[in-house]
C-alpha cells in the first residue's frame, strides 16, 4: 500500500485498500514517520474494518428479512428494509464520531508529546482546549505562525468532546454549555461526514509531522 495513506487520504480509496489485512500491516510498516503509523492503524484501517462489518451485517440482515417476508405485504416489507438501513447508517455514523474520537486524541497526546520534550509550556488563550495550549506554545517557542487555523482545531476539539461528553449533540452542558461549530451540526445531533474526517486527517498529519 502506498506510504502516502495519510497524507493523501481519501477515506473511500485508503478503507477498501486496507480491507486485507497484509495490505493494514505495510501500511504501518511503510509509514513515512510514527505519527502517520498511528493514524493509519488506529484510525483509518480501523475504521475500514468497522466499516466492513456494518455493511456486511447489514446485507445478512436484509437478505434475512427479504427471505421471511418475501411473501408478506409490500409496504410491510419496505417499512422493515427502511428501518434496518436507518439502523445500520446509525452505526456507521457513530463509527466515524468515533475515528475522529481517535484523530483528535492522538493529536492530543503527539503535541504534549512534543512539548514536554522540549520544555515547552501550554499557552493559555481565552477558552482554549488543552491541546490548543501547546499547539500556541509550540508555535511561540518556534516563532512560528500555526500551518493551520487554531479555530479549526478548536472545532475538531468540540467535536471530539460532544462524542464523549454530550452524547454527540450539537448542545449539552458539561461543567458549562457548550455547543459544536455549525458545520458540525444536524439539528440537534453532531454531524461528521467522510469528508470532515479526511480533513481531520490531514490536518491532524500537518501538525503531527
Known sequence: MD???VQNCNLDQVIRRAGDQDDVWNAVIEASHPFEAELSLLVVANLRLTLDAIDELEKR???RMREFL???DHDL????INWLENTHEEMRKAARHLA???VVTRLQHWIKTLADL????PKAGGKDSELCKFLRGLNESLSKDPPIAMAFIQDLVTARDSVIHGDSKSQWEHNVMRSVADHHREGGELRITQHDLENA???AVQLGL
Open 61 to 63: 440482515e436484509s437478505l
Open 70 to 72: 418475501g411473501n408478506e
Open 3 to 5: 506510504s502516502q495513506i
Open 201 to 203: 486527517i490531514q490536518k
Open 77 to 80: 416489507l419496505a417499512s422493515q
Open 118 to 121: 522540549n520544555g515547552v509550556a
Open 100 to 102: 475522529l474520537v481517535g
